[in-house]
């Protein structure tokens, strides 16, 4: 079963940007869904953003609309995370996930892979 690794995470000012990588350790199945999540201190885990790994049809959360934009590139087998415009309530640990598409995009339980987390703190 493919593994990922979340990088790019770190320390940036309100207003500034970030890119974080979400790389795979094996090919990303075609039928697969690839989503962030973040999580921050004492709240559920939110969904940010996902692509359909066939097609790259991309979903977004309505926190994140309009700042933020995904992408992927398969022949890396790797997702990225452009973020713009980052405020302090986007702070929180992101993870990038994986399952089969037809799960539910949105759902944390339509995942099935789950990469260890990587810290992004927006100062104000």
């Known amino acids: 079963q493919v593994q990922l690794v979340e990088s790019g995470g770190g320390l940036v000012q309100a207003g500034g940007s970030l890119s974080l990588t979400c790389a795979a350790s094996?090919?990303?199945?075609?039928?697969?869904?690839v989503g962030w999540f973040r999580r921050a201190p004492g709240k559920e885990r939110e969904f940010v953003a996902a692509?359909?790994?066939?097609?790259?049809?991309?979903y977004y959360g309505d926190s994140v609309k309009g700042r933020f934009t995904i992408s992927g590139d398969t022949a890396k087998n790797t997702v990225y995370l452009q973020m713009n415009s980052l405020k302090p309530e986007d702070t929180a640990v992101y993870s990038c996930?994986?399952?089969?598409w037809g799960n539910g995009v949105y759902r944390v339980g339509g995942y099935i892979v789950w990469g260890q987390g990587t810290q992004v703190t927006v100062s104000s």
């Open positions: 692509i359909r790994w066939s097609g790259g049809s991309t």
């Open positions: 094996g090919r990303i199945s075609s039928n697969y869904v």
């Open positions: 996930a994986g399952g089969p």
